[in-house]
Each structure stands twice: as structure tokens, then as C-alpha cells.
């Protein structure tokens, strides 16, 4: 009461839960008694019980977060902490959902905490856990994925999306969702994407969010169904399978966390599918084997067909969904593509993931140390990432993204260009090895040396100087490799489970190749080191074809004597790029050596710059500037830059070619002169575009007339204005970089207006 003796407002629900923990801590910690006084203190607090159910299922994590560093304190230190606080987060995050679960009223409303708990961890199936890596909550590091709607087609023309392909990028499953009461088309949905897209996460995150009750606005309110395939393929491909609410009254129920003598209401799962109040997932259709798919697709269709009001979505890899047998052919109604990672996406993802294992491991503080550390971690990461095309490639795929930063984060500081091999050979244990074993899948790779096979693969491959190779062809190599090693399976079989199921070699059409040249690269190079055939690369050293692999292997061994030989024969910046590459120790006298070849390497990259702009050829030396420029930033000629990659763009290269222009132009061109006149012009050299600044200094230099600009009649004869050349608005001067446009080589701008800027 207050002091009127009106009764004084309640505060907001999230200030009393917060006050119910601090209770709660000075009662006890957060163990043993400490949980039991914040579940009495729960019970017996007058915030509905419903709302309050909602309030921590929905933030589970930061009630740990609030309780973990109390109890412990000044326990543990360094490695010892991290170890007892990672188990500490498991066991106060499995105590407090058991007794929200318990604390639920209605049946329902337990099963939706349930199916929450068991998708609330975010978790990688076959990744390795390492210490003081800890596993973070979905919520906190969830990237919604981007859906292709190439595939689409009736039921794509609803979302009235396709008049605007801007919008095509956000696509999620949200999207579908939303309209699939309303669109019978979207009531079947098949996302299809190759391993390690996210298929099973995404499935996760929706059981997750419906299970919780944190819906995007327009979704409509269903009960959640998370079926993992592979749990029930036997049971699904015998004679008389159970239908679909038998199927998830006596085989799902029992099996979710936390629901130990939940019983259903009589007809409860039937009454939830016919009356289409249910959203049933059915993941990992290619994890069914090939033999037990047709049974099981008979008996996904059937159940689709008999519930047809519900929503169903179904994960699959495309080989396994579009290779089926016509007669029992399973086919939704709507197929939808995960596409990449975009760049966007892996920022969010990096970002998150850091800010996420620096508060675990500093006790769940989250003050501004901790920030800087994340984002100066992340940052570190994400310019590695973008600056090697490789790299760039591999974090297009989640689940690599994830390995590359888990790697980067076990190995402080390490530069990934050093620790390719290490990194490439985690991968490849993971896609042969321990990914298709924690699913059960791949029985031939998992149970014989299958990296040892590909890797005799990729040294034939990379002998015959191929990337693809014919089916005929190559199972003609496999079996003689698969016989020499006396295997007992066929070649066939092994290429199947290859294919389908590591993705380490895609097939396209009657043609073969591996997923990524660098992987050829890695595997052949590991099989000369283990086979000690060093030899056979100095042959090798001129020849482009095999810079990389060479490159790959001085990262797997002490390179001296390569290096040696390599200086012999005159092969010093390849001698000088395998110590760049190596982080085993090599010979100190060497070492020394090449540390000098460095200038002279720098000096050859510009050495054809240079002359352009002795000898006044302007329009060489601007195409010659565009190609240092792009390969700078790992891309290839012909290719665009991303607004990130101008930004981060390396300083050294963008000073020296400054310095070369400013040199030979006595002072009239150069991207400082440019920067200058930009700056004059009202910019500022923060990297943000200003228009009018903009339209100041092309209307200056004489890349604009009339409101046109004519990229196309910039005058190469050296007799434009001040700043005219070169033709590329990239702005350096000790490393400030302060606007831009895209462009390729000259002579492809087409003229814009400013209206299509």
C-alpha cells in the first residue's frame, strides 16, 4: 500500500522476475538450494503464472547469465574456470527448463516447452567440442536463412514478389508461413540445400520460436512437430507403419526432454492435423537409406494427403529428393533452395557467435571489455575471411563458417592463409568421418580410409591437370585404388556415399569434380607428404597449375629443403610465398635469405604499372591499376568489388600505387589528388557516400557533363584535368578511405544518369 493507502502500481513484469533472482541469490547461489528458493519464490510470486512461464522460456539464457557468475565467483580461473563454467551453464540452464516445463499448466502448453528445450542449444552434429568453446544458445546466434524462389511457381506468384527482384533476398520461412493458411501451395514446403546449409537449424529455430511463443507478426499460431527421420526410418519402412498422430503420441512425445509422463488428451495429435492447427517438420529425407526411401516416401504422402490442412516442411539434400523412383515418387508442392551465406550473413553469424562465447567465458558479464574483445575478434576474422577468396568460398556454407570460426577462436591471433592445411583437414574429417557417423549415414566412407582413396584421386587429377573428370573415368581409377588397398566394397558404392553423402565430390551430369579446386589442392598435396614424393614439385615450380598445391604442402611439412631447392632454381618468390605459408620451423640462415627476395617480389608485382606510366600509356596503366587492385582483395580480373572489400582494402597496395601515379604524373593524378579534390568538394573521408559531394567532384575532374556521367570519354592522352585519371573513385591516403563506385576494366561502363546511380 502507499502511504494513501492506495495500493501502489505493480512494476513491470520483467523488473519482479529480476527482483525473484536476486532473491534468490542472496537465499543461496544457484545451486542445490539456490534453484529450489528461485522455483518457490516463482510458485508463490503473483505474476501469472502464464506470463511468467513466457518470460523465461522465452530468456532462458539470461536468467543463467544473471546466476552464473554468483555462483562462481572467484572459483575458477583460467582454463579450469571455463571448463566448470561451461558445465555450470548446463546444468542451472537444464535445472530451470525441467522446472519451467513442470511449472506449466495444460497439457499443451508443457509439450510447446518441451519441443522448445530440445531445439534450445545450438549444436552441430559431428563437430568436435573443444575446451573453452562453449555451445550457445540458438537464439543468440540464429542467421535467418535466405530462400531461392527459382524453384517456385503458382504458389510464388501469390507473394506478388516477383515484380520486384529486390525483394527476392528476403525470402524466409517466415514468408510461407505467413500465407500457407491462406495458400494451399505453401502447406507442403520442401527446403532443399547441400549439407551443412542449415536445414536442420532452420527446423530447430522454428520449433524454437513456436514452442516459445515468439512469433513474427501475421504468422498464425500452430503447435510445433520436429520429426528427425532417421530416428524413425526403420519404423516408417515396415509393413504397417504407424500413421503420422500415432507416429507422434507414442514415438515423439516420449522422447522429448523434460516430458517423462506427459500424456496427451485422448485423440489430441489426430484432432491437430485434421483440424490444421499443426506444423509438422520432417527432417533429413537423404538420411533415410536408399533402400528404405521409397517406403518412406509412400508413407510421407500418404499422411500429407490424409492431413492436408496442416503444414508440412521437409529438409532434404536435392540428390537424394529429385533422384526418387517414379512410383513412389515424394514431391511437395513447393520447393525452396537455401542460398549461400551471404556476406551480410556471415558478419551477423561471426558477430554474434563472438559476443556469445566472450560472455560465457567471462562469466556472463557483458561490459564493454567484453564487447571490444568480441567485435576486435570478429573483425579480425571477417577481414581474413574476405580478403581470401578460398576462405570466402567455404564460409558461404554455415556449417563451415562455424568450423572456421571455432578454428579461429582455439588458435588466437593465427593468420588462416598459415593454417589452411589444418583447417582443411578438419573439414575433411568432418564431411567424411565424424559428420556422417554422429548421423548414422555413409557406412562405406565411415568405416574404411576414405580420405587416403580421394586423396589419390585428387594427386591423378591434379597430375592430368583436370578439375572435372568423366564417370567412366573415374570409377575405372577407383577401383583400381580400392582394389590395391583391398577394400570390400565397390567402387560404385563409394562414389555414391561420397557424392551424397561428404559432398566433398559433385557430380555434374556424367561428370565429376570435387567441391572446391583448394580441396584437389589440399588432398594432393597431403598425399606427396605421405607418400614422400617431394620430388615430383620441382619439376612444378613454373608451372601456375601447381602453385597452389605446392604452396599447401610447405604448410604440411618443414619446407626447407623445398625452399632450398626452390632458390636453386630460380623460383625465389615462390621460395619467399612458402615461408609465408609455413609455421614450422625452418632454417634461421634461409629465412634471412628470403626476407631480402621480399622488395624484390613487391617490386615485380607493380614492375608493368610502373612502365605504363614512365612511358604515358594511361589507358594501360588504368587497367593495369584495376588488375592490381582486384587480386589484391583475392578476386579475379573481370570481377566487381563489394563495398567492404574498398573499405578494407589493404594500405600497403593502395599507398604504393598512389605513390607510383603521384611519381610519374608529377603530382596531377593519384588516388591522394583524387581523395583531395573529394574533400574539397564537401566529403568527408569516413567512407560514407555523399551525393552532392559526389556529383561535385565527377563535375571537377570531368567524369560528369550535364547531368551524364561518361565514364566512357574519359580522355586516356593525359590531358584532362586535375584528378581525371585513373578512372576508379577509390580514395586512399594513409589507409582513409572515403568513397567509391563499382566498375570493371575500361571500355564495359555503360553511361548512367544520375537518376540510375
Not at 502 to 515: G, K, M, R, W
Not at 567 to 594: F, I, M, S
Not at 612 to 627: G, P
Request: with cysteine.
Amino acid at each position: 500500500m502507499s502511504p494513501s493507502g492506495n495500493p501502489q502500481p505493480k512494476p513491470p513484469a520483467s523488473e519482479q522476475l529480476a527482483d525473484m533472482v536476486l532473491k534468490a541469490i542472496k537465499t543461496g547461489g544457484i545451486a542445490g538450494g539456490g534453484i529450489g528458493a528461485f522455483w518457490q519464490l516463482f510458485q508463490n510470486s503473483d505474476i501469472p503464472k502464464a506470463i511468467a512461464s513466457l518470460l523465461i522460456g522465452a530468456g532462458l539464457s539470461y536468467g543463467a547469465k544473471l546466476l552464473i557468475p554468483v555462483h562462481k565467483g572467484n572459483e575458477e580461473r583460467a582454463e579450469k574456470a571455463g571448463k566448470a563454467l561451461n558445465q555450470g551453464i548446463d546444468q542451472v540452464f537444464d535445472q530451470v527448463t525441467n522446472q519451467v516445463i513442470a511449472a506449466a499448466t495444460g497439457f499443451e502448453n508443457k509439450y510447446l516447452l518441451c519441443q522448445a528445450a530440445e531445439c534450445q542449444a545450438f549444436r552441430s552434429e559431428g563437430m568436435a567440442q573443444h575446451d573453452g568453446i562453449f555451445i550457445p544458445l540458438l537464439k543468440e546466434v540464429f542467421v535467418p536463412l535466405e530462400l531461392d524462389s527459382s524453384a517456385m511457381q503458382a504458389g510464388f506468384r501469390a507473394l506478388e514478389l516477383d515484380k520486384n527482384p529486390e525483394k527476392q533476398r528476403e525470402l524466409t520461412i517466415w514468408t510461407f508461413l505467413a500465407q500457407a493458411q491462406k495458400t494451399p501451395t505453401f502447406r507442403q514446403l520442401a527446403v532443399l540445400a547441400w549439407g551443412g546449409y542449415g536445414k536442420t537449424t532452420l527446423l530447430r529455430h522454428i520449433a524454437f520460436r513456436y514452442g516459445t511463443k515468439q512469433l513474427p507478426k501475421g504468422v498464425p499460431k500452430l503447435i510445433p512437430v520436429l520429426l528427425i527421420l532417421r530416428k524413425y526410418r526403420n519404423v516408417l519402412s515396415q509393413d504397417n507403419p504407424p500413421d503420422l498422430a500415432q507416429l507422434i503420441t507414442e514415438n515423439h512425445l516420449p522422447g522429448l526432454a523434460g516430458a517423462e509422463g506427459l500424456r496427451p488428451p485422448i485423440n489430441w495429435a489426430v484432432n491437430l492435423l485434421k483440424n490444421g492447427k499443426a506444423l509438422v517438420m520432417f527432417d533429413g529425407f537423404d538420411e533415410v537409406s536408399k533402400q528404405q526411401r521409397p517406403k518412406v516416401a509412400q508413407w510421407l504422402t500418404a499422411q500429407m494427403r490424409r492431413y492436408g490442412r496442416s503444414i508440412f516442411i521437409l529438409t532434404s539434400r536435392p540428390k537424394a529428393y529429385r533422384e526418387q523412383d517414379a512410383a513412389t515418387r515424394l514431391q511437395l508442392s513447393t520447393s525452396l533452395w537455401v542460398r549461400d551465406f551471404s556476406q551480410h550473413q556471415r558478419r551477423q553469424f561471426v558477430t554474434q557467435w563472438y559476443e556469445c562465447q566472450e560472455r560465457y567465458a567471462n562469466a556472463g558479464r557483458n561490459t564493454p571489455d567484453v564487447q571490444k574483445v568480441a567485435k576486435e575478434s570478429a573483425q579480425d576474422l571477417l577481414q581474413q575471411i574476405e580478403s581470401q577468396q578460398a576462405l570466402k568460398d567455404l564460409a558461404k556454407n554455415p556449417l563451415l563458417l562455424n568450423m572456421i570460426v571455432t578454428f579461429h577462436r582455439r588458435v588466437p591471433g593465427a593468420e588462416l592463409p598459415k593454417r589452411k592445411v589444418e583447417l582443411y583437414g578438419e573439414i575433411c574429417r568432418l564431411q567424411l568421418v565424424d559428420r556422417p557417423r554422429a548421423r548414422g549415414v555413409g557406412s562405406v566412407i565411415v568405416q574404411c580410409e576414405s580420405q587416403k582413396i580421394l586423396q589419390q584421386v585428387a594427386y591423378i587429377m591434379m597430375r592430368s591437370h583436370v578439375e572435372r573428370i568423366h564417370r567412366v573415368t573415374l570409377l575405372r581409377w577407383l577401383e583400381r585404388i580400392i582394389k590395391g588397398r583391398k577394400e570390400n566394397f565397390t567402387a560404385e558404392d563409394f562414389l555414391e556415399n561420397v557424392v551424397e553423402i561428404s559432398e566433398l565430390i559433385v557430380q555434374q551430369e556424367d561428370e565429376y569434380e570435387f567441391a572446391h579446386l583448394n580441396f584437389q589442392e589440399y588432398l594432393a598435396a597431403v598425399c606427396i607428404a605421405q607418400t614422400g614424393q617431394e620430388e615430383i614439385l620441382y619439376r612444378r615450380f613454373t608451372d601456375d597449375w601447381w602453385k597452389p598445391t605446392i604452396l599447401l604442402y610447405a604448410g604440411l611439412i618443414s619446407p626447407t629443403r623445398l625452399m632450398r631447392e626452390a632458390v636453386q632454381r630460380g623460383a625465389n618468390d615462390l621460395a619467399y610465398q612458402c615461408l609465408q605459408e609455413t609455421t614450422k620451423q625452418v632454417d634461421v640462415a634461409l629465412a634471412t635469405e628470403l626476407a631480402a627476395v621480399k622488395q624484390t617480389v613487391v617490386d615485380a608485382r607493380y614492375a608493368d604499372l610502373e612502365t605504363y606510366l614512365k612511358n604515358r600509356e594511361w589507358r594501360k596503366a588504368d587497367n593495369e591499376t584495376y588488375r592490381l587492385m582486384i587480386t589484391a582483395v583475392g578476386k579475379e580480373e573481370s570481377q566487381y568489388f563489394e563495398d567492404e572489400e574498398l573499405l578494407e582494402f589493404p594500405c600497403e597496395d593502395l599507398k604504393n600505387i598512389d605513390k607510383l601515379w603521384l611519381t610519374h604524373s608529377k603530382g596531377k593524378y593519384g588516388f591522394s589528388v583524387q581523395k583531395e579534390i573529394y574533400l574539397s568538394c564537401g566529403g568527408v573521408a569516413n567512407g560514407k557516400y555523399n551525393k552532392k559531394a559526389y556529383q561535385k567532384f565527377c563535375d571537377v575532374v570531368a567524369w560528369r557533363k550535364n547531368g551524364y556521367y561518361e565514364f566512357d570519354k574519359i580522355l586516356m592522352d593525359g590531358s584532362g584535368p586535375r584528378g581525371h585519371l585513373r578512372n576508379c573513385p577509390e580514395f586512399c591516403v594513409s589507409g582513409l578511405k572515403s568513397m567509391y563506385i563499382r566498375r570493371p576494366p575500361y571500355g564495359t561502363e555503360e553511361k548512367r544518369t544520375e537518376s540510375s546511380r
